[in-house]
């Protein structure tokens, strides 16, 4: 009943952009902290971003900086993550999961994934 929903994924050249939202159902993501994650098959999943609770605050991992912007719209309780400059491998299925209110700590409640296919 307490669950996350990724959309925006889709298949795409290198250097294209997408733009990927989550949302929650059953609760309140503007209480949380929001990561994304992606996994790639044969490789551990990995954090891409994350955005504090009041949305003050980003983190992202260096492969994606200066490509990717993580931000939130608290009116309609998303989070986005726009994608730009994809490279093939960004390819993998991306998650969003809550955290606790800033982006520290372990994800608790996750989404069910969205495929992004960069091709070359």
């Known amino acids: 009943q307490l669950r996350l929903v990724e959309s925006g994924g889709g298949l795409v050249q290198s250097g294209g952009s997408l733009r990927l939202s989550c949302a929650a159902s059953g609760f309140d993501l503007g209480g949380y902290a929001i990561s994304w994650f992606r996994q790639a098959p044969g490789k551990e999943r990995e954090e891409v971003s994350c955005?504090?609770?009041?949305?003050?605050?980003?983190t992202y991992a260096d492969f994606v900086e200066g490509r990717f912007t993580i931000s939130r719209d608290k009116a309609k309780k998303l989070v986005y993550l726009q994608m730009d400059s994809l490279k093939p491998e960004d390819t993998g299925i991306y998650s969003c999961?809550?955290?606790?209110?800033?982006?520290?700590?372990?994800?608790?409640?996750w989404g069910q994934g969205t495929q992004v296919t960069v091709s070359s």
């Open positions: 955005i504090s609770m009041s949305g003050g605050s980003t």
């Open positions: 999961a809550t955290k606790s209110f800033v982006c520290t700590g372990e994800p608790v409640r």
